[in-house]
């Protein structure tokens, strides 16, 4: 046959199949054109997160009184902020799949801001987990990424890959947090995989009474995604700043901070001691009732008799 028929014939098949598949997804895509400027027409200006990775250190955590941390979450304004943020996610997905659709390419898996990496696996439950002081000293220095790595960090994520997909969220760029794990050895490790990365755009401001505005991470995010993996029920989060789970306190652990890694590396047992609580609490089948601020105390006695319950 001949060359420039059969580029003619390829070239018309090719429009055939872009015709088909954009008249298919035809409606979706209006309803996501309309949904896009629906979220930039009531974006205001605090919905804006600044990349924290050039902020101040941020030490002073504080502890909202547990009236003021449920007002904070029921407020109509932070769950509307929430609702937005929601939106924009799924409108980026959705066009990320129409792209993939037409083009048959994975190149702009990086534009969504929902980074997945490996597939959610049905079952499991979900460990969100910051990355400053909670797995790394951002602020020391040294020659080496890996000696300011928390440790006992690849043994952790080794054990709780097993019962949980495991996210790293963290409220700097996702390229910090990809150069960061990728020098950590996190993201290639034979041993376990990470689910998926989050970085300060999936945040969302939100407004207390006494402490004024603040950023914080919304799980309700995560959950409103992907509903046919994750819940309250069934996640996890951990971090140094207890104000980053204010929508979701019931999911929150505060972790002991990890920092002069220099001088404190040779003790800390924090990861040691967390890694047998996951252990434990993945046995349960709801984790939304547990008070993760006394996960020190907790045992497997305390397994057995909530499943009595």
């Not at 046959?1 to 098949?13: E, R």
């Not at 007002?71 to 799949?97: A, G, H, M, P, T």
């Not at 969504?112 to 990496?117: A, F, G, H, S």
């Not at 990365?197 to 407004?207: E, F, N, P, R, Y």
Request: hydrophobic share 40%.
């Amino acid at each position: 046959m001949d060359v420039s028929l059969m580029k003619g014939v390829f070239n018309s098949a090719f429009v055939l199949r872009q015709t088909y598949l954009m008249s298919s997804v035809y409606n979706e895509w209006l309803i996501a054109l309309q949904r896009w400027e629906d979220f930039h027409a009531n974006t205001v200006e605090d919905d804006i997160i600044v990349d924290q990775a050039e902020s101040p250190e941020i030490v002073d955590d504080f502890e909202l009184g547990k009236e003021e941390a449920v007002d904070v979450k029921d407020k109509e304004v932070n769950k509307q902020k929430l609702r937005r943020r929601i939106d924009q996610y799924k409108v980026s997905f959705f066009f990320l799949c129409v792209y993939l659709c037409v083009n048959d390419s994975s190149s702009l898996y990086n534009n969504v801001q929902i980074n997945l990496r490996t597939p959610c696996r049905q079952g499991k439950k979900l460990l969100v987990l910051d990355i400053d002081y909670t797995l790394f000293d951002h602020r020391s220095t040294a020659e080496n990424p890996l000696q300011l790595m928390r440790p006992y960090l690849h043994e952790f994520l080794t054990a709780a890959y097993a019962e949980y997909d495991i996210m790293i969220w963290s409220a700097t760029s996702m390229k910090w947090v990809e150069l960061k794990m990728t020098e950590l050895g996190v993201l290639n490790n034979p041993n376990y995989k990470v689910t998926a990365l989050l970085d300060h755009l999936a945040m969302i401001t939100v407004q207390s009474d006494t402490r004024g505005i603040f950023d914080c991470k919304p799980l309700g995010l995560i959950w409103a995604l992907l509903p046919e993996f994750y819940n309250p029920g069934n996640t996890i989060m951990f971090d140094d700043l207890r104000r980053n789970f204010v929508m979701n306190p019931q999911n929150g652990l505060t972790i002991k901070p990890f920092r002069k890694a220099h001088a404190n590396r040779d003790t800390d047992q924090e990861l040691v001691k967390l890694t047998q609580y996951l252990l434990t609490i993945a046995e349960l089948s709801d984790l939304s009732s547990l008070h993760h601020s006394r996960w020190e105390s907790f045992s497997q006695d305390n397994v057995k008799r909530r499943r009595q319950e």
